[in-house]
């Protein structure tokens, strides 16, 4: 019988999401890959109680994980519910809808029809009651943002969600989001965008409608696909995933160029007394609009390094300066 560690809270900082009154540990686990049931079980399931013994309290999925699709929620749920039933209420979990997920019309998007199945969905997957965040995983443009908002609102009000988000919308698209989920009396609790040193769109105005609007903020994708790790010091390594056929990552983006750029960073990195992905991770962290940062892990020991990253947040002047020089 799984026990948590008593000092889990006493090294992850809290951060406060927007102006909500919702805490979200510096770190997060996302459950993208490696919970899927092509995945090992009990290899997964130690990697979830090691990151709720270091203080990691939310953890985020989706309707479309896995693989197959929906087997992290599965996976997730089966771990919740055998292991960690007694902790729920110090747990935030999250869930999305909004890419591809059963065939017909009606199983992708944005409309009220799909995003409410969906949440009904993944709460039996998980053997749920409600979920702390529901996302709309994408716009849609051929759905109203309206109804996609309306939606939103609707599950909180069902007490299905407690709160609401949305993620990969842009700047524009996000004011309008916020401002219709204002007046349905259900304000918008957090933004999950793609974003890393070497991925920057948040910064040309997302950024700021967060802080103008008190949204929080959350990144995905922060190792840039494993590319900001020791990992391509030296090339393409066999097996990674740039070296695979499929894949987010593809082997022509590890140019000689992107190797340098990665080398420079490590250097500075190691100055610090950081990995490579440490200093990654903090630097998304130096900015009070991101309110948390998503990891992945394939394993315990993977985790606990990333975790490790909260230990040094701090950067000089010389140091951003230095960084910015390399990345731009």
């Known amino acids: 019988?799984?026990?948590?560690?008593?000092?889990?809270?006493?090294?992850?900082?809290?951060?406060?999401?927007?102006?909500?009154?919702?805490?979200?540990?510096?770190?997060?686990?996302?459950?993208?890959?490696?919970?899927?049931?092509?995945?090992?079980?009990?290899?997964?399931?130690?990697?979830?109680?090691?990151?709720?013994?270091?203080?990691?309290?939310?953890?985020?999925?989706?309707?479309?994980?896995?693989?197959?699709?929906?087997?992290?929620?599965?996976?997730?749920?089966?771990?919740?519910?055998?292991?960690?039933?007694?902790?729920?209420?110090?747990?935030?979990?999250?869930?999305?809808?909004?890419?591809?997920?059963?065939?017909?019309?009606?199983?992708?998007?944005?409309?009220?029809?799909?995003?409410?199945?969906?949440?009904?969905?993944?709460?039996?997957?998980?053997?749920?009651?409600?979920?702390?965040?529901?996302?709309?995983?994408?716009?849609?443009?051929?759905?109203?943002?309206?109804?996609?908002?309306?939606?939103?609102?609707h599950v909180v009000r069902q007490g299905k969600a407690l709160y609401v988000g949305i993620s990969n919308y842009s700047a524009d698209q996000t004011r309008e989001a916020s401002r219709i989920l204002k007046e349905l009396g259900t304000p918008c609790l957090i933004h999950q965008p793609k974003y890393s040193m070497f991925e920057r769109w948040v910064e040309n105005g997302l950024l700021?409608?967060?802080?103008?609007?008190?949204?929080?903020?959350?990144?995905?994708?922060?190792?840039?696909?494993?590319?900001?790790?020791?990992?391509?010091?030296?090339?393409?390594?066999?097996?990674?995933?740039?070296?695979?056929?499929?894949?987010f990552l593809q082997k022509d983006q590890i140019t000689e160029k992107v190797i340098a750029k990665i080398k420079s960073l490590d250097e500075i990195a190691e100055k610090r007394g950081q990995s490579l992905a440490q200093m990654a991770i903090a630097w998304l962290l130096k900015d009070e609009r991101i309110t948390s940062v998503l990891v992945g892990a394939s394993s315990v020991n993977q985790l606990e390094q990333n975790i490790k990253s909260v230990a040094n947040l701090e950067f000089t002047t010389a140091e951003l300066k230095e960084i910015r020089t390399i990345i731009d």
């Open 208 to 247: 700021d409608v967060l802080e103008e609007d008190g949204i929080g903020g959350i990144a995905f994708s922060p190792l840039a696909q494993g590319m900001l790790t020791n990992k391509y010091l030296k090339g393409i390594p066999e097996g990674s995933r740039a070296a695979k056929a499929h894949g």
């Open 1 to 153: 019988m799984y026990k948590a560690s008593e000092d889990r809270y006493d090294n992850m900082p809290y951060r406060r999401c927007g102006r909500s009154g919702l805490l979200l540990p510096a770190i997060s686990l996302g459950l993208w890959h490696n919970f899927g049931h092509v995945d090992v079980y009990n290899e997964f399931k130690k990697i979830i109680f090691h990151a709720f013994d270091r203080g990691i309290t939310h953890f985020d999925l989706a309707n479309n994980y896995g693989p197959p699709a929906g087997s992290a929620e599965e996976n997730f749920g089966k771990i919740l519910n055998e292991d960690l039933k007694q902790y729920r209420d110090e747990m935030i979990i999250s869930t999305k809808a909004g890419y591809g997920m059963w065939p017909g019309p009606y199983g992708d998007w944005g409309s009220r029809k799909y995003l409410i199945s969906s949440l009904d969905q993944s709460l039996k997957r998980m053997g749920l009651d409600y979920v702390d965040i529901f996302y709309s995983h994408r716009p849609d443009p051929n759905t109203p943002i309206e109804e996609t908002m309306r939606a939103l609102d």
